[in-house]
């Protein structure tokens, strides 16, 4: 009797985008806890090439150096890939944009979109953020104990959001206070790894944030 062909396990793939200037030890935090609480088969790193909600703000780092922590924070991490698809496009940086060409690139793939609770907050401000719910499931992390609640305006449009909660402790690092300690000189060590710090120190970035 020939044998019955086993039905393919449906890929898995996470979206863990963000500006990462720079990438620090939360992140990693994070995107270990997404991989292994989800059962993700990648996760996929995106630096932001022009992050919409930033514009106007503080000029970030260039690409070829946010590209290259990221780099260095990921290798050799078990299901964890550089992206750099928001980095080579023009224009602000849509999520969206990303999901639909994730979910043409990889047809029946499970798309999940790793977020704190500030973003889903403000989700209902995003580009086309209902065709985004159309594409991808929510994967969201509260901090400090917060409730993981979409915003009311969110919940008005799809009262049974979807959302996957990631169990996580507190990770006291943000790229703000990296910067801050980049241009005081301080050792970088205990927020971005070794290999991170050194690329600070050696490209000379933050020094004077």
Known sequence: MAEQAQPQQRLKLGLFGGSFDPVHLGHLALARVARDQLGLDQVLWLPAGQPWQK??????????????MVALTIAGEAGMLLDTRELLRAGPSYTVDTAEALARQHPGAELLLIIGQDQLGRLHSWQRWQDLLGLVRLAVVARDGQEVR???????????????RLAMPAVPISSTLVRAAASRGEDLTPMVG????????????????
């Open 55 to 68: 514009l106007g703000q503080r000029a970030m780092t260039a690409a070829v150096h946010r590209q290259a």
């Open 150 to 164: 979409a915003s009311a305006e969110v919940l008005a449009d799809v009262p049974a959001l979807p959302i996957e």
């Open 194 to 209: 070794k290999k991170v710090a050194g690329y600070i120190a050696q490209h000379r970035l933050y020094s004077e944030y």
